[in-house]
């Protein structure tokens, strides 16, 4: 079974940036998709973005397409996600989630089976 664990959460004033990670075990790394998704309480889960270590493709919502950029080391079987440009309205828990294999769409974000306990991120104005 795939275990995720996230970090880097925090709070940052609006147009300041931050990093989380997503440490994963328990599979072939490089086998894994892993996508990140965020949710405000009452709301529901949106996914953010999703990277397949299979092919290296890599999926936005449009939401932070030109500000947040994901990418993976294997070497530290870490997926990391860089938030620039950060606004108050992407303030939300962050979860990572994993797939075998291929980022594939459903819902508002990819199909997953594994997930982190997420992160908090608060963006203020």
């Known amino acids: 079974e795939v275990q995720l664990v996230e970090s880097g959460g925090g709070k940052v004033q609006a147009g300041g940036s931050l990093r989380l990670s997503c440490a994963a075990s328990g599979f072939a790394f490089d086998a894994l998709a892993i996508g990140w998704f965020r949710q405000v309480p009452g709301k529901g889960r949106e996914g953010v973005s999703c990277?397949?270590?299979?092919?290296?493709?890599?999926y936005y919502a449009d939401s932070v397409k030109g500000r947040f950029t994901t990418s993976s080391e294997n070497a530290k079987n870490t997926v990391y996600l860089q938030m620039n440009g950060l606004k108050p309205e992407d303030t939300a828990f962050y979860y990572c989630a994993a797939a075998r294999w291929y980022c594939s769409a459903y819902g508002s974000g990819w199909d997953m089976d594994y997930w982190g306990k997420g992160t908090p991120v608060t963006v203020f104005p």
């Open positions: 990277i397949s270590n299979m092919d290296g493709n890599t």
